[in-house]
């Protein structure tokens, strides 16, 4: 199997992050987590000053043929 990362978030409608407030932003796949890890580090600097807003680094598993 071949994992995969990706960077999931986006804005929530308060500070709980319990639900969205507009629909989940997802970036990637990426093969390597540090290519996730930079990528999420990009958009959580560029959304610092906006306390509703996380991401998050996900994996996935594939199935190789």
């Not at 959304?47 to 998050?56: G, I």
């Not at 996900?58 to 043929?65: H, K």
Request: aromatic share 14%; hydrophobic share 30%; proline share 2%.
């Amino acid at each position: 199997m071949q994992t995969e990362y990706w960077v999931v978030g986006g804005r929530y409608c308060d500070t709980s992050f319990t639900s969205m407030a507009e629909g989940a932003e997802a970036y990637g796949p990426y093969a390597q987590y540090d290519e996730a890890l930079r990528s999420w580090s990009d958009r959580s600097q560029g959304t610092r000053a906006q306390a509703a807003v996380r991401y998050s680094i996900v994996t996935t598993a594939t199935r190789t043929a």
